[in-house]
């Protein structure tokens, strides 16, 4: 069983696989990788993590293949494992509860599961509570658009989110919104979804506007490609010239 005596190996394995895009390696490996930790009765937390490690890979590699039925079913799965090891960190090792990923990166997985195969308001379910455990996650918010139809009442919160995600930064050539705290984004989806919003909100066609204006002055060179950098920067120059009474 592709060298499962080691699991920690086998799961290194499976993600550079799934890197490599051979899917299909990846999709028999994770299948018999989650089967046998499954079988196993009393996991401890170790074994518990590789569990929920190895049913994120195969929820994603069966999507990846549109394998629809198999994919929602692994991902429910993966949350009744993921809940399993939460109770096992708060019992055993509580320190490790904010070590493991985040609880909505994996609502964001499932959602993505759901709204590859055409659930969108099941998809929506989940890109919801991602945002409510995370205010100001655009990826989240602009995949519930996304589900929605751009012309959605939610484009709004879009539109805030984006607000609060301060000046446009222009990183590998690309130009990005990075929020703390939240995951980056490209600039392209999000004003697709502000500038196609048929009721003319305000604050979208503001946004809108707000972030073609950054990308403008930094292709001009109006201002600096990354302004939190540069201000950080700024504020390690010395204000005073510190030879000049000596």
């Not at 096992?88 to 993505?112: H, V």
């Not at 984006?162 to 990005?176: H, M, R, S």
């Not at 001009?220 to 700024?234: F, K, P, W, Y």
């Amino acid at each position: 069983m592709f060298g499962m005596s080691d699991p920690n190996q086998t799961l290194s394995q499976m993600i550079r696989y799934f890197e490599e895009q051979r899917y299909e390696m990846v999709e028999v490996m994770s299948s018999e990788f989650t089967a046998m930790l499954l079988s196993q009765k009393g996991r401890d937390a170790a074994t518990q993590i590789l569990l929920v490690k190895g049913l994120r890979i195969l929820t994603e590699v069966l999507s990846q293949r549109k394998k629809h039925k198999l994919a929602i079913k692994a991902a429910s799965v993966l949350q009744r494992e993921r809940k399993k090891l939460e109770k096992i960190l708060l019992q055993s090792a509580p320190q490790l509860l904010q070590k493991i990923t985040p609880l909505e990166e994996d609502l964001m997985r499932i959602g993505d599961v759901y709204a590859a195969c055409g659930k969108s308001r099941k998809a929506v379910k989940f890109f919801l509570r991602a945002h409510k455990i995370k205010p100001g996650n655009i990826v989240a918010m602009l995949s519930v658009c996304q589900s929605e139809g751009h012309s959605t009442k939610r484009s709004r919160t879009l539109a805030k989110d984006t607000e609060i995600a301060g000046p446009v930064i222009l990183e590998n050539g690309q130009y990005w919104l990075k929020p703390e705290g939240n995951r980056a984004v490209q600039i392209d989806p999000v004003l697709s979804v502000l500038e196609s919003c048929a009721h003319g909100y305000p604050e979208c066609v503001e946004q809108s506007r707000r972030i073609r204006q950054e990308c403008s002055d930094i292709s001009e060179g109006i201002t600096a490609a990354n302004v939190r950098l540069q201000s950080a920067m700024d504020t390690l120059k010395p204000k005073h010239d510190y030879y000049e009474y000596s």
